[in-house]
């Protein structure tokens, strides 16, 4: 990604990401390095990028649970022992996907609120920058928490990990607003966790806004202020 930008609205956000689908899987691979007996770098981020964009295509078409790795090599066209080079069942695939999704979400949050320098103006842009990018990336939202649920138990613990440390970037952006005095002193978790909960309202309920004719800019507005209702109110 370049330096930080302001979001104006969601096609602005999709013309400016600076945010290579490369840079991330390498990350991935990098992170997950000591799972993957494949060690040329290159070639691993290649078929990891197969690999994940098949998982989500099929977890979205016939359900994580149908899907084999059979599925999976027929789509990504990798062979069944070249599939076994990265991931050694499906609890490895998860890990995969969710640490992709987690690299995505937390560093176009930290992107598009760092430089930001009025108080108010960042949370609105980590709100905006949630729903642009489940708008982008919906199949991995929708994936990761439905699939979250039925996650073993390390797995399971590791996907909470990742809802939480994104929760904390909204925590931390309330707090420095109620600091600065600009919010009133509020219960500030709570708070981080209504947002989140408004935030995934939209991309598990697509459908329903979509027939109301809510486009994301709308509900991205409508979350900035039932949130700032509350924060700039009586103290």
Request: aromatic share 10%; net charge neutral; proline share 0%.
């Amino acid at each position: 990604m370049d330096v930080a930008v302001m979001i104006e609205n969601y096609e602005a956000f999709r013309g400016e990401l600076r945010m290579s689908k490369e840079d991330v899987i390498r990350d991935v691979y990098r992170q997950n390095k000591e799972r993957i007996s494949i060690k040329k770098e290159a070639t691993a981020v290649k078929n990891l990028t197969r690999i994940i964009d098949s998982t989500l295509r099929l977890a979205n078409s016939k359900g994580f649970h149908a899907m084999t790795l059979r599925d999976l090599c027929g789509d990504s066209g990798m062979s069944m022992g070249g599939l076994y080079a990265y991931i050694r069942n499906k609890d490895d695939l998860i890990h995969l996907i969710q640490s992709h999704g987690f690299i995505i979400t937390r560093r176009t949050l930290l992107h598009y609120t760092d430089e930001v320098q009025d108080v108010r103006g960042r949370l609105f842009a980590a709100i905006k920058a949630h729903l642009y990018l489940s708008e982008l990336m919906r199949a991995w939202f929708y994936f990761s928490y439905m699939e979250a649920k039925s996650l073993p138990v390390e797995e399971k613990r590791d996907a909470v990990a990742i809802e939480l440390e994104i929760e904390e970037i909204f925590l931390r952006l309330i707090e420095d607003g109620i600091e600065a005095k600009v919010y009133c002193s509020r219960n500030s978790r709570l708070v981080a966790s209504m947002i989140k909960a408004l935030l995934q309202d939209w991309y598990l309920k697509r459908r329903k806004y979509r027939d109301q004719n809510v486009a994301v800019d709308d509900y991205a507005a409508f979350v900035r202020d039932v949130i700032e209702s509350y924060l700039l109110g009586e103290r």
